[in-house]
């Protein structure tokens, strides 16, 4: 049951990165620079099925990508997990910087994500390597708040371009076929059977 459920978080984990990557590359750089966004073409079944297409695409060049750079970066360190938590704290601030302003500040802007983002990389990189000696989670407390700083005063400093890059969901359909409803009931009731079997 423990392997289980760590081969399911592992698998998890994995899903919810491909997909993030997905939908990066599909809507912020695919869509934008082909134009399929706007307004007048965001209905249309098409160009949704197009940019489905383009996702999947895009997920399977990122798992190769990835497939080819883990040994070069994982045969130095002494453990995988070790390396994936602490590259990942690069990113971890400055990611947590602008979903926190993006929620609750409405001044927030596209140029105060931006240096956010470079600055929680800048500044991690630039402590590993300058201070080592400071512990891996105040190293990202300290990333953190320096972040959030920089992004605040270039928000204040910089005027907002408004609705120029948001993205319109109008006509996109969420809905789930009725199969895959079905199946997720099953799963859930399985899940409960097994857990009132164990208990």
């Known amino acids: 049951l423990v392997f289980a459920a760590l081969i399911a978080a592992i698998i998890a984990s994995t899903a919810s990165k491909i997909n993030s990557v997905a939908t990066i590359f599909t809507l912020d ?13 965001a209905g249309r079944g098409g160009h949704e099925k197009h940019l489905v297409l383009v996702g999947r695409i895009a997920a399977a060049v990122a798992v190769i990508m990835a497939l080819a750079t883990a040994r070069p970066l994982l045969a130095s360190t002494d453990q995988a ?8 704290g690069f990113f971890t601030p400055g990611i947590t910087v602008i979903f926190l302003l993006g929620l609750f500040w409405k001044k927030a802007n596209e140029a105060g994500a931006i240096a956010a983002a470079l600055a929680s990389v800048l500044l991690s990189y630039a402590l590993k390597i300058g201070a080592p000696h400071i512990p891996f989670m105040n190293r990202m407390s300290i990333v953190f708040i ?3 700083l920089l992004a605040v005063i270039i928000s ?8 120029a890059n948001r993205i319109s969901m109008r006509g996109v359909s969420f809905a789930t076929p009725s199969t895959f409803n079905i199946a997720g009931i099953g799963v859930i009731l399985i899940l409960i059977a097994l857990y009132a079997t164990w208990h």
Do not use: D
């Open 81 to 88: 997990f070790q390396f994936i938590k602490e590259f990942s």
């Open 146 to 148: 320096a972040s959030l």
């Open 29 to 41: 750089l695919y869509a934008k620079a082909r134009g399929i966004n706007s307004k007048a073409e």
């Open 156 to 163: 204040l400093a910089l005027k907002s371009r408004g609705g």
